[in-house]
């Protein structure tokens, strides 16, 4: 199965998951194609990716609610008749449940176990659809699991060895670290800090409490001695009710987070938040109107 697997990856991850473009691949992919009731699909316990933000849900199901899904999911049939285990997709599985989508479109793979875990880890690692962690873990299994050396698994994702010896480094801090990382309290930049510190635990906490940016955590290893003259970031100020029911108004016109930032006297910035392209251009082209 192994020289199998990685010979199907050099091939190509976007023709196993529906991005290949040439004429062969979109015929085959077209007499692949069905579309499926949403209750036949079912999560994959192998799936890497564990954490799903609500925020990024809610999203997505407006945007399958407006303009339906563009994208098919990659399933293989599953142990009973007539289901289907995700392969890639989890995300825009859950989002159409949200949105009330009752058939979906997929696309059928006869998968192994181990290819299916391959290429969900791989699928997910170069999306950026794993937090630090579910990334670090994403790698260690493949080198475990699949034999890959730092080089091959760069090769395959696209990334530097560097960044994966450097991703991986981080399983090595204490669990208490690790979940402020899943949670998003701490970023990848600090974590990589906190690999090389003399007490983790403690930097961890020290980063969380002050609101420290990565090149402050960096000068409190190198330089003890800062402590003393780190400042604590002062607090946010409470929006009013207007604000926030305005902040609401917008987001729910434009489906997607909107935040009013109020300056000195009546200025003040209006942030429209996307998450890709396309919500980009559907914002901008609402503003030429």
């Not at 791989?122 to 999306?127: H, S």
């Not at 635990?201 to 780190?230: T, Y």
């Amino acid at each position: 199965m192994k020289s199998a697997s990685k010979k199907r990856l050099g091939r190509g991850l976007a023709a196993l998951i529906g991005d290949d473009t040439t004429e062969e691949s979109v015929i085959e992919d077209a007499r692949s194609l069905r579309h499926v009731p949403i209750e036949f699909l079912k999560a994959s316990p192998k799936n890497p990716r564990k954490s799903f933000s609500d925020d990024d849900l809610s999203d997505l199901a407006r945007s399958i609610s407006e303009k339906g899904l563009l994208q098919p999911l990659v399933v293989r049939p599953g142990k009973e008749e007539n289901t289907y285990e995700i392969v890639a997709g989890e995300r825009r599985w859950r989002a159409a449940q949200l949105a009330g989508v009752f058939e979906l479109p997929v696309l059928i793979r006869e998968l192994s176990d181990g290819e299916m875990l391959e290429i969900a880890l791989i699928e997910n690692i170069q999306r950026s659809d794993l937090n630090p962690i579910e990334e670090a873990t994403g790698y260690s299994r493949l080198i475990e699991e699949f034999k890959y050396t730092q080089q091959e698994l760069a090769n395959s994702v696209g990334k530097s060895r560097s960044h994966i010896a450097n991703m991986m480094r981080l399983l090595t801090l204490p669990g208490e670290v690790i979940e402020q990382v899943e949670k998003g309290d701490l970023t990848a930049g600090h974590a990589r800090t906190l690999v090389a510190a003399e007490d983790p635990k403690g930097l961890a906490a020290k980063i969380i409490d002050l609101g420290l940016s990565v090149r402050d955590a960096e000068q409190l290893i190198r330089e003890p001695e800062v402590n003393k003259s780190v400042k604590v970031k002062p607090a946010a100020k409470a929006k009013n009710s207007n604000t926030q029911a305005l902040e609401k108004e917008l987001g729910e016109k434009l489906g997607l987070v909107v935040e009013i930032n109020e300056g000195s006297k009546e200025s003040g910035k209006l942030v429209i938040k996307y998450k890709n392209l396309d919500q980009l251009e559907d914002v901008c082209a609402r503003l030429r109107k």
